[in-house]
């Protein structure tokens, strides 16, 4: 079982960068791929960017290459999410996910274990 505590989200004014956190509980973290996703109300949950279990291996969405980093230390059992040049378009509820063998995975039903979320939103 994971369990899965994110961090680091706010308000911050477009062109600026948030960096979430992702912590999670139990030794078996650092086997799992894990991923990003984002929510709106009223909308479909969308992938942001996911790492395999090593983080050799990244994927992203075509909306956030070149902006977003998605990082893991599998020491600190943390998942991180550098996200630059923000716009109000990102804006939204981010959660990680992880529990998947091998990866990275852009699937959401593939995933297991959820964090509770976190809010991000960009606006001047």
């Known amino acids: 079982q994971v369990q899965l505590v994110e961090s680091g989200g706010g308000l911050v004014q477009p062109g600026g960068s948030l960096r979430l956190s992702c912590a999670a509980s139990g030794r078996t973290f650092s086997r799992y791929a894990a991923g990003w996703f984002r929510q709106a109300p009223g909308k479909e949950r969308e992938f942001v960017a996911g790492?395999?279990?090593?983080?050799?291996?990244?994927y992203y969405t075509d909306s956030v290459k070149g902006r977003f980093t998605i990082s893991r230390d599998n020491a600190k059992n943390t998942v991180y999410l550098q996200m630059n040049s923000l716009k109000p378009g990102d804006t939204d509820v981010y959660s990680c996910?992880?529990?998947?063998?091998?990866?990275?995975?852009?699937?959401?039903?593939?995933?297991?274990?959820w964090g509770q979320g976190t809010q991000v939103t960009v606006s001047s």
């Open positions: 996910a992880a529990g998947v063998v091998g990866g990275p995975e852009s699937r959401a039903s593939m995933y297991p274990y």
């Open positions: 790492i395999n279990w090593s983080g050799g291996s990244t």
